[in-house]
């Protein structure tokens, strides 16, 4: 929005964080080299600039890694549960003393604004690890019997959206029931993981509880496969979950698997109409649409389409797209060109298929990867963007007559990750959302975490929960 | 009465029950969400030129307030000397929209601003309680007026709000509105602390402005809670959305508690990002205040300087 009150730039300094030429794999509590040599580059989203040369990681590391996990697993899993909350405590601490270094870290390696690195992302990992850290001596009373016991090693695989949020979720729940790591962060944002290897150091975590394995699909194949790997958890596309589940069907492994969605925000004509452009603002252009759970979809009531979409194209108007470092900046840049491409080509397929394309004034910057907030208007349950998940700042506009209408349509996916509700009567909120298959339902607020509410699909969205009491489940012998 | 909306929605005040039904049928506000958006514009950092622009902006926009019993002829004409001239070191500071004093100061603090653009406003409507009978009420405003106020800061009757009889407070305030004549633009002050919930103000605001309220305006500054991001934010939706359905557009003016120019920029950003630019004037936008004035002031030196002077450097009235 053009306005007389033009707001400064006011970039976040890059000076806190010290990002090496390079990195190597951090195994059994040292930073080594991967067996063949092999490295890859990891680049800025937001400016090409390439951050630093990573080791990645083969099969002779993961046997190298998985093995470490292995010995590590006898004396970590034998600590009594209120030792292993110390090093759990510890590790909460030094995130958040390194919050701000880790903050720009996070926004340079993915390219999502700072303010959402700064006041989402970072806040959330240190509280998962607080959380997680109070229920390590409290397994005897989590609701699975006496002494429940660890899976053994945990090969862990997380996406590039939440980088280091998406670790604190898998590695969390893993110790603080005793299981020991071989994590594979994503080829696109290796760095934050392996500054949490250097905390562990920091914290005096005991060599080989904690391996982080950075490298591409391959390597998280060789992970999963690996015959002496007890517990299974991946977060990313359904696509690759399925062949996961194919991997570790007839092995003892247990999986748990955190896939995509198709979420739907649905808009009664009851509801606080300007919270409710927040809300799905914040469902679908949060962290640029690159979220499992993003409201994708609007499903809005008929009778408040036009009112509803006014607000929301004024709002859209007022985003502000830019350098991720400007604490002004809402909207970052896409975390890679792969990613850029497939958002780019199923916004085609919208426009060809008919449905209605909408961005606000917007200009792009001309390094790095980037894509304007849009919308689709007269999108139908027929139309592509409508049922695959774009996975970027996309949003399909929909509308529905009554409830039912708005259930069924909203059920209507393979998915069943999240679904929001707006209105402003009670009695709705809790009849709607019993008939959701969703597995989180927010109801007049959207993107809420917080890491004592599980969270987990229906359907093609995956199994298994995590956080809460509930993500001790997947990492406990039960 | 009820004669005072010549626009789209003039069949809304008819009766009782047909305000009533619009009132109750504008969108609720959710309490969370409205509050975590305002907390979310609060983290913009406003820096270097637009912290200089917004600085003079919100000197401009301060309506300079002295609502004391212990007020006297003296402390006015400092105020008025102060609003003219805010900072005596740097004539390129701007001078404030206005001063706001009782009604019984108003000829005082006129001629104390003679000759300048500053505005004088007054209080007026048994303020800050309201709690007096509509002939007194009127005659509070006349009597203003007579002595000169450009504006009159009225306040609702928010015992009949609550009480439910809402188009009682309507018909006073298109009464106090036809004593202010063309000479005063009217500010309807809700007390929106005493409201106490927001779809309570969003009402108040729809009502205010149906009534013909020129400025919609949070609170006297009196009671506990005043002016906040959230409720200035809901109110600067509901001129919005008023201006959309009937062309008319009308201010905002947030009184009570702010204090430093941190405040104040949170506030504009708020303007700027609800809003936008029409309402970034001090024709639109007001900040009922006395303390922030030499906040803004100790703020634009160090932009100037580079270095804090202090309080020693700022005049104190």
Redesign the interface.
């Known amino acids: 929005m053009a306005s007389a009150f033009e707001y400064a730039p006011a970039p976040e300094s890059r000076a806190i964080v010290d990002i090496a030429p390079s990195y190597g794999l951090f195994i059994d509590g040292e930073f080594t080299e991967a067996a063949d040599g092999r490295v890859f580059k990891t680049v800025s989203p937001a400016s090409e600039e390439v951050l630093s040369e990573i080791a990645q990681a083969g099969e002779a590391d993961v046997d190298r890694a998985v093995l470490a996990a292995r010995k590590a697993f006898e004396k970590w899993s034998a600590l009594p549960g209120a030792e292993r909350a110390k090093y759990l405590f510890r590790i909460a601490r030094i995130v958040q003393e390194r919050s701000r270094e880790l903050a720009v870290l996070e926004t340079l390696d993915n390219g999502k604004p700072i303010k959402e690195t700064r006041d989402a992302d970072l806040p959330l990992v240190a509280a998962h690890f607080f959380y997680y850290a109070g229920w390590a001596d409290k397994l005897d009373h989590a609701g699975f019997g006496a002494n429940p016991r660890p899976l053994g090693v945990a090969g862990q695989v997380i996406p590039w959206n939440f980088p280091l949020l998406m670790l604190a979720w898998k590695i969390a729940p893993a110790l603080a029931t005793g299981n020991t790591v071989v994590l594979k962060p994503a080829e696109t944002t290796p760095l934050s993981a392996l500054f949490f290897a250097d905390i562990c150091r920091q914290a005096g975590l005991p060599k080989g509880v904690v391996n982080i394995l950075p490298g591409y699909g391959d390597t998280g194949a060789a992970l999963v496969a690996h015959p002496d790997v007890n517990k299974v958890a991946f977060t990313g596309s359904t696509a690759v979950g399925k062949e996961i589940a194919k991997t570790v069907a007839g092995s003892r492994k247990k999986l748990t698997l955190e896939l995509g969605g198709k979420g739907a925000n649905i808009v009664f004509d009851d509801a606080p109409i300007d919270q409710a452009v927040e809300g799905i603002v914040n469902g679908i252009f949060f962290n640029q649409g690159q979220v499992c759970c993003a409201g994708s979809r609007l499903l809005v009531q008929e009778s408040v389409q036009d009112e509803l979409l006014d607000s929301l194209k004024r709002r859209l108007s007022t985003l502000r797209l830019g350098d991720p470092l400007d604490k002004n900046t809402d909207i970052g840049a896409i975390n890679s060109e792969e990613q850029l491409t497939r958002i780019t080509s199923l916004v085609e397929r919208g426009e060809s298929e008919g449905a209605e394309r909408w961005s606000p004034a917007c200009e792009l910057p001309s390094a790095g990867y980037w894509f304007a907030p849009t919308l689709f208007t007269n999108v139908t349950q027929a139309h592509t963007v409508a049922r695959d998940e774009i996975f970027g700042p996309v949003l399909s506009v929909l509308t529905f007559r009554t409830p039912d209408e708005a259930v069924a349509k909203a059920n209507n996916t393979p998915y069943g990750l999240s679904a929001g509700i707006w209105t402003e009567k009670g009695s709705r909120i809790l009849a709607v959302a019993n008939k959701l298959r969703a597995g989180v339902v927010w109801s007049n607020t959207f993107n809420k975490f917080d890491p004592a509410s599980p969270f987990g699909g229906y359907k093609e969205s995956g199994f298994g929960r995590e956080g809460g009491r509930h993500g001790l489940e997947a990492y406990l012998d039960v | 009465m009820s004669t005072a909306a010549p626009h789209a929605l003039a069949d809304v005040t008819a009766s009782d029950s047909t305000l009533r039904r619009f009132l109750h049928g504008l969108?609720?506000?959710?309490a969370?969400?409205?509050e975590?958006?305002a907390a979310s514009l609060g983290?913009?950092?406003?820096?270097?030129?637009?912290?200089a622009?917004?600085i003079d902006?919100a000197i401009s926009m301060v309506d300079l307030t002295t609502l004391e019993g212990a007020d006297t002829p003296g402390k006015v004409r400092a105020l008025g000397a102060k609003a003219v001239r805010p900072d005596p070191t740097d004539r390129t500071a701007p001078a404030t929209a206005a001063v706001c004093v009782y009604p019984d100061m108003v000829a005082t603090a006129k001629a104390a601003v003679a000759g300048s653009p500053v505005k004088v406003a007054s209080v007026a409507t048994a303020f800050p309680a309201g709690r007096a009978p509509l002939a007194v009420k009127l005659a509070d405003v006349r009597e203003a007026v007579a002595a000169g106020a450009d504006e009159i800061d009225m306040v609702i009757d928010r015992g009949a709000f609550l009480a439910g009889d809402y188009l009682k407070v309507h018909d006073e305030i298109v009464a106090v509105k036809e004593a202010c004549g063309t000479a005063a633009r009217l500010k309807v002050i809700f007390e929106t602390g005493e409201l106490s919930t927001y779809d309570n103000i969003r009402r108040a605001s729809w009502l205010g402005m149906l009534a013909g309220a020129d400025f919609i305006k949070t609170s006297t500054g009196k009671v506990a809670v005043n002016a906040t991001p959230a409720n200035t934010l809901l109110m600067l939706?509901a001129v919005r959305d008023f201006r959309a359905q009937t062309g008319v557009q009308i201010g905002v003016k947030p009184a009570g508690g702010i204090r430093t120019t941190k405040d104040a920029i949170k506030f504009?950003?708020v303007v700027?990002?609800t809003v936008?630019?029409d309402w970034?004037d001090n024709h639109w936008f007001r900040f009922g205040a006395s303390s922030l004035l030499n906040d803004l002031l100790m703020q634009r030196q160090k932009l100037a300087t580079g270095r804090y002077s202090g309080p020693d450097y700022v005049t104190v009235d």
């Open positions: 969108p609720g506000v959710d969370v969400g409205l975590a958006r983290t913009r950092s406003i820096k270097t030129t637009a912290k622009y917004a902006l939706e504009l950003v700027n990002e936008g630019e970034l």
